[in-house]
């Protein structure tokens, strides 16, 4: 039996209760607030390059797990993979399932007043304010994805993604000290929320089409985001493992998943039709 479409609530009306939006509210005020000491405390040469190599991961979980895997099962893999895919996101505290549901909301109301972060209702709400209040419940998010709620392990991290985050923060502290952990693990956490609400924001902002999505491509962050920049691109072809479609339009998630294709951690990639790729070029 098919899930009724959610019904998205006025912010006047909130799906989250006081409790929940103040947590939020928090939980981000507190990611912004450690990288001002580094302004006391100075950086090191190995900060900077954890940083980079923790970005890696940060925009492969974002992208391939997260995107083009939970949210659109662009390719298949094992479920020992899949659980991989999912502590990956969840590193960054990144809930796969949450963001699922979200972003089958996202493209089922594209642009619509039923959009959980439309640039139409405003930078803020677009870039912060949807992460605390976006106008669905839990349950309504879950509806949305049936095909993940039926692994323990991946309810598992969708219980627990804060508990991952924080051992892998932990994780990062013992190894490199607090700098390190500020800067390379704090660092790729605002990253990632400024990146993610980039997308929203900028690759919403194009002309519009007779059925009233707005996305748009955005080449800075189609380089600076692995591919998820091209998202008028993804919206054409929202099950595709490729969002550049063009030779220029760099797309290193899609080049990273054909290499694991190549050794078998994942197979089935979903393409863009060879003659739309064709046009394209």
Request: glycine share 10%; charged share 20%.
């Amino acid at each position: 039996m098919t899930a009724a479409i959610p019904l998205r609530r006025p912010r006047s009306l909130p799906a989250r209760t006081r409790r929940e939006r103040i947590v939020g509210t928090a939980q981000i005020l507190a990611a912004h607030l450690p990288p001002l000491t580094l302004f006391y405390t100075g950086t090191r040469r190995e900060d900077w390059i954890a940083l980079g190599v923790l970005y890696l991961f940060n925009m492969f979980g974002l992208g391939a797990s997260m995107h083009r895997y939970f949210t659109h099962k662009a390719f298949r893999t094992s479920r020992t993979f899949q659980f991989f895919l999912a502590l990956l996101a969840a590193v960054f505290y990144g809930d796969p399932i949450h963001f699922a549901g979200s972003h089958r909301l996202h493209h089922r109301f594209s642009d619509t007043d039923r959009d959980p972060h439309s640039p139409r209702e405003g930078a803020w709400h677009c870039w912060i304010g949807n992460l605390i209040e976006d106008g669905y419940t839990e349950r309504e998010r879950l509806e949305m994805v049936p095909d993940l709620t039926r692994y323990p392990e991946l309810m598992w991290v969708h219980r627990h993604w804060f508990l991952v985050g924080s051992l892998a923060a932990l994780a990062v502290y013992l190894s490199g000290g607090y700098t390190m952990a500020v800067l390379a693990f704090g660092g790729n956490l605002l990253l990632k929320l400024h990146l993610m609400s980039a997308i929203n924001f900028f690759g919403h902002r194009g002309e519009g089409g007779p059925d009233g999505d707005l996305s748009t491509n955005n080449a800075f962050l189609g380089i600076f985001c692995f591919g998820e920049g091209w998202h008028h691109n993804h919206h054409l072809y929202p099950g595709a493992a490729r969002s550049g479609v063009r030779w220029y339009e760099l797309d290193v998630v899609y080049y990273i998943l054909k290499i694991l294709s190549w050794v078998g951690l994942v197979w089935e990639l979903r393409e863009v039709p060879e003659a739309a790729r064709r046009r394209a070029c």
